[in-house]
């Protein structure tokens, strides 16, 4: 039973457009969320997180939005670049030492 | 310092073979993990240590061991692996239990079994 759901497994966007992507969560529980981008055969990289008590995180072109009551966040990259081609990860967690759950990630493809 | 540091980046090793591989953080987080990541698949958490010790273990076969020498280091050996255990080592750490901070990861090792 998948707790994180990126129901996307690729998308494509024009350089200087936004990006988009989505994740939806099952598990009430989890109290904050995170994206993580990851390049072929590196670890994946923190992007940018949110706490379940907001509902809306801006860090530089990238921002989370989060709603609760839907379960669902989206990260949203504006203006898009092609340097931003990578996989996305959306991963949920509990405070503590509990391990996130990640999705299965979103391909963003950004075209010059 | 936000680095998780891991070693070796690429590993070829038969399936006879012992190796290990290290993951080292000088954050002062005290939870670290091993996941395992095959291509085009979200990170597989493998274990968890939580002030040293295992806390959790998601069933993995015994030809992987885990060790946390100290709250610093992270090692996992492998032994008699199989080719299907080829993928991206990946070992994260993470903040303490009052602070719901991101998990930071390292940049993996390349393991391929032959």
């Not at chain 1, 992507?21 to 529980?29: K, Q």
């Not at chain 1, 995170?34 to 072929?40: A, E, G, I, N, T």
């Not at chain 1, 990238?62 to 670049?81: D, W």
């Not at chain 2, 939580?50 to 610093?72: A, D, G, Q, T």
């Amino acid at each position: 039973d998948q707790q994180v759901k990126q129901n996307s497994p690729s998308l494509s966007v024009q350089e200087g457009r936004i990006s988009i992507l989505n994740c939806d969560y099952t598990n009430s529980m989890f109290d904050y969320f995170l994206w993580y981008k990851k390049y072929p055969a590196e670890g994946p990289t923190f992007l940018i997180s949110i706490s379940s008590i907001k509902d809306k995180n801006e860090d530089g072109r990238f921002t989370v939005f989060l709603n609760k009551s839907a379960k669902h966040l989206s990260l949203h990259i504006v203006p898009s670049q092609p340097g931003d081609s990578a996989v996305y990860f959306c991963a949920a967690g509990n405070s503590g030492n509990t391990p996130l759950v990640f999705g299965k990630g979103t391909r963003l493809s950004v075209i010059a | 310092d936000t680095e998780v540091t891991q070693t070796p980046k690429h590993l070829v090793m038969g399936m006879t073979n012992k190796k290990s591989l290290k993951c080292e953080q000088h954050m002062g987080h005290r939870a670290m993990y091993w996941y395992k990541q095959k291509a085009k698949k979200p990170p597989e958490l493998m274990f968890v240590y939580s002030y040293e010790k295992l806390s959790i273990n998601e069933s993995v076969p015994s030809r992987f061991s885990p060790e946390c020498p100290n709250s610093s280091l992270l090692n996992l050996h492998l032994h008699a692996l199989q080719p299907e255990d080829s993928a991206l080592y990946l070992c994260a750490s993470k903040g303490q239990a009052e602070r719901r901070t991101e998990a930071f990861f390292g940049q993996g090792t390349r393991l391929t079994v032959v």
